[in-house]
Each structure stands twice: as structure tokens, then as C-alpha cells.
């Protein structure tokens, strides 16, 4: 045996010393992310909208204007692209002033005018882009000259500048680019941000390159890269090792305790929150009796759910649009735990023996364990919810068919009121129609005051006109908001960021020219 | 041999084209949608379809099995629904991780599961027959993600000797090595344990034999009793198992690879039933069931060359 041992002597010699190797060097520059996703998507920023995607786009690209770095608040947003911009009276016609000399990745040539021009055409285009109805109200775009655009829109659009940051339709692409590689852009995309597409590999892992030519300063970190890693436990695992510096997190108390535990290891819990809501089918029975929804909607009891969830990472949601979006109000009536008149309420409705409801669910387990819970609540009352849970994909395939009467969702979105509005409680948006986004619930009362507040450009009657309509969608129980859960990723305390994280839309933590490490 | 190999491949024909409608016709049929994947969740219905339009899913299933079978013949395989990158490029990338995987870990089980195997038969009912029967029981009732994570705390948290992703390159050799250890020895255990198990039962009936009895009554070394002649004899349901092991081993290796973060021919299957990437799908349905095909050809044969009355038949 003695041979054996020396030999495992020996390895482990060459092993340690291959590690001592690596960690010698004196100031890190790449910085390993590890995501929990099987593999990247389309990298088209126009066509992709799924989380592990969005975090890489936003290293990737900028937008006209922008949110300031860790922040999301949208009546703060700052130059990007544009240095400068202005507006006529109406707010019908918009004019944007470049900055000089930017350029785009891999040489594709500086970005004016006409790059803008084409980005926003793309994104505007259904055939080539998954947002083009943000961009519906959009008249003409035009390169006025080199270094200027003018946007002209058919009626005013309040938010016109949340359009136009680095996110979905905003990103912007090099025209140059996108025009010579046509379908296969997704494999190579091409912006203008601080870091460039460098290499792919399946399954694995894209790596971006810091762009030398970024034009705010070339970016501290030479490299990041972006490994795709499913399972949670090797993922956490891969931190603890050192073999990635930052990593996507659970939106779980016991993760977040047991990885604050960890040496050098910071927490981050930012915004977005993500609302869960349930949203009940007013057109289905039993659900088309207000009774029936009220009875719910007192049935659950949101502060058990959050403190099952975790106080840091989970709070009690106001209303149907999240906490912090501009226009979202908390002079709603939100109906309060309150099981006895949960039952009087099905007692009216003609149910005193209470009543059975069948719906689908996913099988993500986060979503799950909080289903779980209100189940449980709403047994409570009488109401036994007889849940089928199926695979992600087949509930998101079902719940567009109509298939479940109450449909969990959770979901953020550009934060101002209307996009949440819009899309999950205008009537255009009601799934089954040719226009379908997320509207389960069929509801459509407020259709005029979110239609309203889309052309008003007084904000304090717009903020009333939102107002106006959670009362509304909620006095109906349209939706019963239950708990946010905001965005949770950790990193290595040798990693700075550069300015605080509050928030990032894109999912994923800012990434940007100063992030660097201090060791 | 040449008629009998060309044979078995024709036959393989049938065989690949049921596989392939029974996924194609299954996959199509499971609710979920390869436009929505791609898009994400804030799509509008007007672009879920244009995108349906430009991956062909829009069309009625049979168009697209008529399509797929004339494409399958003239050896198209599309391209990634999700990706947008060629069928064939998609697994031909991972293929060399998963091949090596599966060697390795075989190799790594008839290391340990043949010898153990046989000691287990001479000592039955010893000691060391008690030690691997317990130990192949084992092995075989561990799941592999939970040995995969003990291997993980120990190796690679605790001793660093290994990394906790073993993706990697395939250009170093050192690199390789390492990041293939844990891999090939957590599914290289869970084989030994099966090959374990069979070459027991196999060499207790083969020590049973009248020509045992002879060659010992002979005066023929105990040793070369034991690892000529009689393991010789008995390592034909071995083979069998290994062969027939292979196929699930690929299966298994799913688990495997997405623990310690290695690519490979699971890992694609998974994402593409996930992301309803019916290309790829399909794409993958053929790679395994070539090479069930393959093995069992290469099994077959591999009798005739350790029981020469074999191949006289």
C-alpha cells in the first residue's frame, strides 16, 4: 500500500502547487460569475428577454439614456448615448444630441445617427424584435444629421425616455453589424457597452472582453465570464471554492444566512422586486362572483407568508402594481386577513361547504413553496385549491390558454405603473386575444384611465389617473398582490462594484468601467 | 463478418426511424412553445408568432414530420431552435466530453468491479466477499447526485485537489485530467458496483465447473485457474452488462454533468426538453440511438473475441 500513498502524496503536491499558481497573481482582473441556467438564449437584445440573458445585456449594452449606475428610480435618468436632449411642448417630437466618437465593438465603426435610427426601427419591428408594441406610438425616426436624431410620435408618450435605456428595445445595435450578420447576430452581438462579446461555449460559458474603446474609460476588469451553472448546490459550491467571485442567488432566508456566514462573501439583495401576484379569472365560475374573490383575497394571511419567505429578502406587496414604481399607490383596498369573513363571504356566495378550485401551477420551487402556503391558508376558509403542478414551460403554455381559473405569476417590469398596468389589466392584453400579453384575469376596468395616463403629460393627473385604476382593478379583486421579492446575488467582498447596487432592471448586478477588485 | 456487421446496421434503420417519430410526434405533443422560451415572458402575441413563423412550428405536425423525414434523409438536421446554431455543430461540441466521460468511467468500474468481483466469488462468504457485496450494494442504491456532492465537499472544497467545475478545455492535458476525475469516478463507482455483482455470479458458476475441477485435480496453479481459465469463461455477461450499461450510462451521466458543470450530451437534452428545442431533440435521439445500436453491435462481437466457439456459430 505504501506505494499508493505516496503517489496520492504526489498528486496532491502537483495539485496544490497548480493551485498556489493561480492564486499568486497579484491584483485580479477576470471576474467569474457563475448563473443558474442550463446554457445561454438568443443574444439577441431585442429578441430576449429571459433573466440569465438580460444580466449579460446589460454589460454588453447602452441605451440613449440611462438609469444611474445601481439605481432604477425613472425620474432620474441620465445621459448615455445622448448627450444631450429636448422636446417640443407637445412632447410629440423629441431631438437627441450623440456624443462624439463612441464605437462600436470589434471595430464595427463609430455609432451615429443612423445606427440609432436603425436600432429603434429594429426594435420596433414584430419580425425581428419581442417589444416592438412598446415602440407602437413611435411616427418617424430620423438621423437629422451625423450626431443627431429626432423621434417623432404619433400622441405623447410620458415614459418615452424609459424606452430608451439600455434594456429590451432600448439596447442599441450597430447598424453595420446587425445588417452583414443577419439571423446569426445572436451568436456574436454587437453593441457599444464596456464589455464586448468574446467567446461561447455550449453549455458552459460566454466570456465577454473589456472594450479598450469604451467610451467613458477602458474597463478595470479584463474579462468576465459568464458560466451557466443549474445545479444551486454546485453553484454555491463554486463560490466557496474561490472558482467564481459573484453568483446568482436563491431567493431563500437560509441561503442568504448561510452564505453570509462565508468568509468574504456580501450579499446582495437589490430591486427589483418581483410581485407575486394571483390573479383570479373574473369571467370563470366560481370566480366571476366578487364574493367568491373577496372571500379569497381575505383568506390569506400575506405576513405569514413573508415571514415563511424571510424578512430580508421578501416584503408584503401594497397593491397590484410593485412597491417603488412611479405611479404605484398604497390607497388601494387591500383586503386584510380576515378568515371569518372570508366564510361569511362563501356563505353568501352559496357555498357553505366551502368549494373546490382547480388550477395549474409551476413546478419552480420558489413559486411552489409560496402556493404551498397560501393553499394551506385558503383551506382555512373552506376553499380547497386542487393544484396540478406541471413543468415551467407547460404552465406558461397552459396559463395562456386559459386553463387555470387562478394564475400565480411574478414578474417586474420597467418600473412605472403602466407598464404593469398595461400588461397584465388592460384588455388589449388579455390572453387568448391576437394583442395577448398577461392579462389572466380578464378584467378590463380600467382600460380608460390606463389608456388616459398614457397620453397625459402632466405627471400629477397621470399619477392620479394610475391611482385611479389599482382602485379600481383591486375594489374588483381583479389580482391579489401577496409578497416582492427583490433580486438576490452574492459576490466576494474583494469585488467593488464601483457606487452602491440599489437596484438594476436588467436582473443582474451593474457591471460596468470601474467595477475592479481591490485584491 | 463483414455481411453480418453490414446486416445488423441495416437493421438499425427501422429501429432509428421509430425512435425518431416516436420523439418527434412526443415532443410536439407536450404543451409548451419554443417561441416563448426564446422571447421570454413580456412578448407580445403578435411577435410569439412571427417567431413561430420563423422556426417553422407553426405549421401544421404533420407538414412538419413530412419536411423533417425528407431533411433527415438528405442528412439535414436543421438548426438549434434556440441558439439559431446547426444541430450537428451543437452536439458534435459536446460529444467529445461526454464520449471521454463514459470511457473513463467504465474503464474506472472494470478496474475495480472485475477483481473485486472475482476475489468476492473465491472468498464467498468471507470477509471480503461481505466487504464488496455491501460496498456494490452500495454503489448502486447511492443516487449519483448525492455521491457527486460528497465527492464535491470532499475533493474539491475540502482537499482543493480537484476544481468544483469541471468544464474546462480540452486542450490541456493536466487541465483535462483534473476536471475529469471526479466525473468519471462518481459514475465510474456507481459501474463497478454492477460489474461487481455480475462477475460474482458469473465466476461462482464458472468455479463450479466440471473442467475447474480437472484442471485442479491437474495440479494447475491456483492463480492461473482463477484469471485464465475460469474468469475467461466468465466474462461474457460482464461484457454484456458493460455493453448494456453504456447506454444507461449516457443516460446517467445527465446528473453527473450538471452537478459538476461538465457539457455534454445530457446537459444538451435536458436544456432542449426545457427550451422545447424539438431540433435539437431530435438531433440528439439519433446520436443515442446510433449508438445503442453501435454498442450492441461491438458487444456482440466482442464474444466471438473472448469465447472463440462464438464466433464459429
Not at chain 1, 373552506?382 to 406558461?396: K, S, W
Request: charged share 20%.
Amino acid at each position: 500500500m505504501a506505494w499508493v500513498a505516496k503517489g496520492a502524496v504526489a498528486l496532491a503536491c502537483v495539485f496544490a502547487s497548480t493551485l498556489a499558481m493561480g492564486e499568486a497573481r497579484a491584483e485580479k482582473t477576470v471576474l467569474n460569475v457563475g448563473m443558474a441556467a442550463i446554457d445561454a438564449g438568443r443574444l439577441d437584445p431585442h429578441l430576449s428577454s429571459t433573466t440569465p440573458d438580460k444580466a449579460l445585456f446589460g454589460w454588453m449594452f447602452n441605451g440613449l439614456v440611462r438609469f444611474k449606475p445601481g439605481t432604477m428610480n425613472p425620474e432620474l435618468l441620465e445621459p448615455d448615448l445622448a448627450e444631450s436632449w429636448t422636446s417640443t411642448e407637445d412632447g410629440k417630437q423629441w431631438t437627441f444630441k450623440l456624443r462624439h466618437g463612441v464605437q462600436c465593438h470589434h471595430d464595427y465603426g463609430e455609432l451615429t445617427a443612423e445606427d440609432i435610427v436603425y436600432s429603434l426601427a429594429r426594435a420596433g419591428d414584430p419580425k425581428r424584435s419581442a417589444f416592438s408594441s412598446d415602440f407602437k406610438d413611435f411616427d418617424k425616426v430620423e438621423a437629422v444629421d451625423k450626431y443627431t436624431v429626432r423621434i417623432s410620435l404619433k400622441n405623447p408618450v410620458p415614459s418615452l425616455l424609459g424606452l430608451l435605456i439600455p434594456y429590451n428595445g432600448g439596447n442599441v445595435v450597430c447598424k453595420k453589424a446587425a445588417e452583414e450578420m443577419g439571423e446569426t447576430f445572436a451568436q456574436k452581438p454587437i453593441g457599444t457597452g464596456p464589455f464586448e462579446f468574446g467567446e461561447y461555449k455550449p453549455k458552459e460559458s460566454v466570456t465577454l472582453v473589456a472594450n479598450a474603446k469604451y467610451f467613458r474609460g477602458k474597463p478595470k476588469l479584463e474579462k468576465i465570464v459568464y458560466r451557466y451553472i443549474l445545479s444551486d448546490a454546485s453553484r454555491d459550491l463554486a463560490f466557496t471554492s474561490g472558482e467564481i467571485d459573484m453568483l446568482y442567488g436563491r431567493q431563500d432566508q437560509n441561503w442568504v444566512d448561510r452564505i453570509k456566514k462565508e468568509k468574504g462573501a456580501v450579499v446582495d439583495v437589490f430591486d427589483p422586486g418581483e410581485l407575486s401576484t394571483l390573479y383570479l379569472n373574473v369571467t370563470k365560475p366560481p370566480l366571476d362572483d366578487i364574493r367568491v374573490r373577496q372571500a379569497i383575497a381575505y383568506a390569506i394571511d400575506r405576513d405569514q407568508v413573508v415571514q415563511f419567505k424571510g424578512k430580508d429578502i421578501t416584503r408584503a406587496a401594497k397593491s397590484i402594481v410593485p412597491i417603488g414604481y412611479l405611479g404605484m399607490t398604497d390607497d388601494v383596498p387591500l383586503l386584510p386577513h380576515n378568515l371569518e369573513k372570508a366564510k361569511a363571504l362563501l356563505k353568501e356566495a352559496g357555498y357553505p361547504d366551502g368549494l373546490t378550485i382547480h388550477i395549474i401551477h409551476t413546478n419552480l420551487p420558489g413559486m411552489l413553496s409560496m402556493m404551498e402556503i397560501v393553499q394551506a391558508q385558503l383551506r382555512k376558509a373552506g376553499i380547497i385549491l386542487d393544484m396540478e403542478v406541471v413543468e415551467h414551460a407547460t404552465y406558461h403554455a397552459n396559463i395562456r390558454k386559459d386553463m387555470s381559473p387562478i394564475v400565480h405569476y411574478a414578474a417586474a417590469r420597467f418600473p412605472v405603473a403602466d407598464t404593469y398596468l398595461t400588461q397584465f389589466f388592460h384588455s388589449r392584453s388579455i390572453v387568448g386575444t391576437p394583442t395577448a400579453v398577461t392579462n389572466f384575469s380578464h378584467c378590463n376596468d380600467a382600460d380608460a384611465e390606463i389608456d388616459a395616463a398614457k397620453v397625459e403629460t402632466d405627471p400629477a393627473k397621470q399619477k392620479a389617473l394610475w391611482k385611479t385604476a389599482q382602485q379600481k382593478l383591486m375594489a374588483k379583486v381583479c389580482g391579489i398582490p401577496i409578497y416582492e421579492q427583490p433580486q438576490v446575488w452574492a459576490h466576494r467582498d474583494t469585488l467593488d462594484f464601483g457606487f452602491k447596487l440599489e437596484g438594476s432592471l436588467t436582473l443582474g448586478p451593474v457591471i460596468n468601467e470601474v467595477t475592479h477588485f481591490t485584491q | 463478418m463483414l455481411g453480418y456487421v453490414v446486416k445488423r446496421l441495416l437493421l438499425a434503420v427501422p429501429t432509428l426511424f421509430a425512435v425518431l417519430t416516436i420523439v418527434f410526434v412526443l415532443a410536439r405533443v407536450l404543451p409548451g412553445d419554443p417561441a416563448q422560451t426564446i422571447l421570454g415572458d413580456q412578448a407580445t402575441q403578435e411577435a410569439l408568432e412571427n417567431m413561430r413563423h420563423r422556426l417553422g412550428v407553426d405549421k401544421p405536425i404533420a407538414a412538419q414530420y413530412a419536411e423533417f423525414l425528407v431533411d433527415a434523409v438528405r442528412g439535414k438536421w436543421g438548426t438549434s431552435l434556440v441558439t439559431g446554431k446547426p444541430v450537428v455543430d451543437e452536439v458534435r461540441n459536446v460529444l467529445p466530453y461526454t464520449i471521454e466521460l463514459t470511457v473513463t468511467a467504465i474503464i474506472v468500474g472494470a478496474l475495480i468491479g472485475v477483481p473485486l468481483g472475482t476475489w468476492s466469488a473465491i472468498y464467498r462468504n468471507r470477509w471480503i466477499d461481505y466487504l464488496a457485496r455491501m460496498g456494490s450494494l452500495l454503489g448502486l442504491s447511492f443516487p449519483a447526485f448525492v455521491s457527486a456532492i460528497l465527492l464535491l465537499l470532499a475533493f474539491a472544497i475540502e482537499l482543493r485537489w480537484f476544481p468544483v467545475i469541471s468544464a474546462g478545455g480540452l486542450d490541456d492535458p493536466v487541465e483535462r485530467l483534473r476536471n475529469l476525475a471526479l466525473p468519471a469516478i462518481n459514475l465510474g463507482i456507481i459501474m463497478a458496483a454492477y460489474v461487481t455483482r455480475v462477475t460474482r455470479s458469473s465466476m461462482l458458476e464458472v468455479l463450479g465447473e466440471d473442467y475447474i475441477r480437472t484442471a485442479r485435480a491437474k495440479g494447475v496453479p491456483r492463480r492461473a485457474i482463477v484469471w485464465r481459465h475460469a474468469l475467461r469463461n466468465a466474462l461474457i455477461p460482464v461484457v454484456t452488462v458493460v455493453g448494456l450499461y453504456l447506454g444507461i450510462l449516457i443516460g446517467n451521466s445527465v446528473l453527473t454533468e450538471i452537478v459538476f458543470n461538465r457539457p455534454g450530451l445530457g446537459k444538451l437534452m435536458v436544456s432542449a426538453l426545457n427550451q422545447r428545442d424539438y431540433t435539437v431533440l431530435q438531433g440528439m435521439m439519433v446520436v443515442y440511438a446510433f449508438v445503442i445500436v453501435i454498442v450492441n453491435l461491438l458487444t456482440d462481437l466482442t464474444y466471438g473475441f473472448i469465447d472463440p466457439r462464438v464466433k464459429r456459430q
